[in-house]
């Protein structure tokens, strides 16, 4: 029997109702990045959201995320089964595909929004290697990176994205600056130019549409304004990426703005206090798990968003996070028995 096959097995007997009835006193808050009208892998199909806002409504209480961190700040213990839907980046697709279903169903999220990529003058960075990998003819070769060498195969798309996630792993650790010469370097050695500005796939909605999202229940919240990994920029680039972004979305949409999301999850105490100096009530982190009257307002778990409904059902009822503890012990433990 497969793992999917085991998977549908649980959910269909009831197995993962213990957990959801287990965790009911902890807040859930979802997390989505991309969606796609058809079964793109890096995505989620407008056919599989709609299963889990189905599966939402069935089971929870689906809150704006500022109402459920109003929950858990104003509880010894928060009222029970309470979720909160959170879309990353503000990629255009997110208007055009989640923001339908979202108002058909009548759910309230909330969107974080790179805020000059809503304003067209730039695209995300990690978006560049995956257009170049992409579009690059197929080929074999070897790029000197950051002090390492990488084979990169540009076959099938499957490889090319493989090689896209390879290179912004290493690059996400880098300053702008190397990372800008980089990019270029690696696009000159594929034989291509960047754009500009994004292609249509690549590309963020626009202001007009975030005001209408904003107007409908989807909340436009801070993603930063350039989406740098914020644990590698100083003290002065820190605080303007905080407040500059935060500034520009009070403006467009004319309403206090008070929760934040960390580009790539990324932060440590120093980011941290900039967040809170900053005036943010809350921010999300990419850290899995469920949260309660305990959690940090400011460092808030989130539970990524799953291709299928089993696997979906099996994150979001905290059966995951078990399995991910259990794993973590088992190997601590292996690792005792060696060592020790």
Not at 94 to 117: K, N, Q, S
Not at 261 to 267: E, K, L, S
Request: charged share 25%.
């Amino acid at each position: 029997m497969t793992k999917q096959s085991v998977l549908s097995l649980l959910m269909s007997s009831g197995a993962f109702s213990l957990f959801r009835f287990a965790n009911r006193g902890r807040a859930l808050i979802l997390n989505y990045h991309r969606f796609s009208a058809g079964d793109e892998p890096e995505a989620t199909s407008v056919r599989v959201f709609a299963e889990h806002l189905e599966y939402l409504k069935t089971h929870y209480r689906i809150l704006p995320l500022a109402e459920l961190v109003e929950c858990l700040s104003g509880h010894a213990q928060p009222p029970h089964r309470l979720a909160a839907i959170t879309i990353d980046d503000g990629y255009r697709d997110a208007y055009e595909l989640a923001f339908p279903i979202l108002r058909l169903y009548g759910v309230p999220a909330t969107l974080f929004a790179v805020t000059d990529f809503i304003s067209q003058r730039t695209w995300l960075w990690t978006d560049k290697l995956r257009y170049l990998t992409l579009c690059s003819p197929p080929q074999q070769l070897e790029l000197r990176l950051n002090g390492r060498t990488l084979a990169c195969a540009l076959g099938t798309r499957a490889e090319r994205l493989t090689v896209a996630a390879r290179i912004n792993a290493l690059l996400k650790r880098m300053s702008d600056e190397a990372k800008d010469e980089a990019i270029a370097g690696i696009a000159a050695q594929f034989g291509l130019s960047l754009p500009e500005l994004p292609p249509p796939p690549y590309r963020a909605l626009t202001w007009d549409e975030a005001r209408e999202m904003d107007r409908r229940r989807v909340t436009i919240e801070s993603h930063t304004v350039t989406h740098p990994i914020l644990t590698e920029v100083d003290d002065e680039r820190l605080d303007r990426e905080l407040s500059d972004s935060r500034a520009q979305l009070e403006t467009e949409l004319r309403r206090s703005r008070r929760s934040f999301c960390y580009p790539n999850g990324d932060y440590d105490k120093r980011v941290r206090g900039a967040v809170r100096r900053a005036g943010y009530r809350c921010a999300v982190t990419t850290e899995p798990g469920l949260n309660d009257a305990r959690s940090d307002l400011l460092a808030l778990r989130r539970v990524h968003s799953e291709r299928d409904l089993a696997h979906f059902v099996q994150s979001t009822c905290g059966f995951e996070q078990l399995k991910n503890r259990f794993r973590v012990a088992r190997a601590s433990a292996v690792s005792e028995q060696v060592y020790g």
